[in-house]
């Protein structure tokens, strides 16, 4: 089992930042990939950002060049750096996490919210 607590969700202005953590606890050896996924209200959840162990990253087109993924092996802690914040990224937004054995795991949710 992998616990997964996310925190730094806001409010904040348009154009404005935000940094949002992850931190994971339990059978944390077995993980590889970690992401994060958001949901606005009447949409599907969607991808922002994934990144392997090896620090590999993949992005949503929407997001590309505003927002960055990190992880930090050692803290078994990844990070989502939003910059240029818009209204449409308000979102309930999720950290995943994927072991080698492809069990998924989630967050509870940090809600974002950015005003025009």
Known sequence: QVQLVESGGG????GGSLRLSCAASGSI??????????QAPG????LVAA???????NYADSVK???T???DNTKNTVYLQMNSLKPEDTAVYYCK??????HN????????TVSS
């Open 105 to 112: 795991y989630w967050g509870q949710g940090t809600q974002v």
């Open 97 to 102: 996490s994927t072991t080698l054995r492809g």
């Open 11 to 14: 409010l904040v202005q348009a």
């Open 43 to 46: 949409k599907q959840r969607e």
């Open 65 to 67: 060049g505003r927002f």
């Open 29 to 38: 050896v077995g993980i590889d990939d970690m992401g994060w996924y958001r």
């Open 69 to 71: 993924i990190s992880r």
């Open 51 to 57: 990144i392997t162990r090896g620090h590999i990253t």
